[in-house]
């Protein structure tokens, strides 16, 4: 991440440290609290010498479905991420934070209207509450973002309040530490509707697109 990231913008810094025991196929974890600069430097230790570990979400940008206070289980990994993922982001300060992935590398992602399109085509993310919408940062105003390789969009579930790969961008795959371990994972899908061409005002059916594509 470019710079620091705003104090204000910690979505889910995380108060983190553990110590895992392992004998033979069980293993135990031990979440223990500490202060804060040693909780965030022993942290990464815990994060990078085992294979999981326990953080606690602190703020509420990742909200409803991970509110301040809620344990989650983080692990480290060694395959390509998916989108719908959560995963434990350093935020550029010291700490860490919790974001969804909503762009891989390569891709381009586009804001309009409180939607999101990838590659031209609509995201829906099944794992937001009715009636999220997902608009630019309001300070920059960015709408528009090109993932170069090993990058990725990220996003907290809370969009009104999460400061995030809108604020600053693309996050390069050596920040993001881990994957939550989630019980159900809700993967997005995209819907049958391209971005609007530049100049015009109304969502177009892919259908449609598709078809005079095809036809020239």
Partial sequence: LAGKMPSQSRMCVVQHLCAIVKRRTTYCILAV???????????????????????????TSMAP???????????????????????????????YALKRIIGLPREKIHLWRGYVFINGQMLIEPYLPKYTFTHPDQLNQKYAFALGHGCYFVMGDNRLYSADSRTYGPVPINRIVSVVEQ????????????????????????????SRRSAL
């Avoid at 202060?35 to 602190?58: D, L, M, P, T």
């Avoid at 289980?73 to 300060?93: H, M, Q, T, Y």
């Fill in 33 to 59: 609290c500490v202060g804060a600069a040693a909780g965030i430097a022993g942290g990464r230790f815990v994060i990078e010498a085992f294979a999981g570990s326990v953080a606690i979400v602190q703020g």
């Fill in 183 to 210: 019980g159900t994972e809700i993967a997005p899908e995209f819907a049958p509707f391209a971005l609007p061409v530049h100049g015009r005002q109304t969502i177009r059916s892919l259908a449609t697109v598709q």
């Fill in 65 to 95: 479905n991970f509110e301040p206070g809620t344990r989650v289980c983080v692990k480290s990994f060694e395959r390509p991420l998916r989108r719908g993922e959560v995963v434990l982001v350093e935020d550029g300060a010291g700490g």
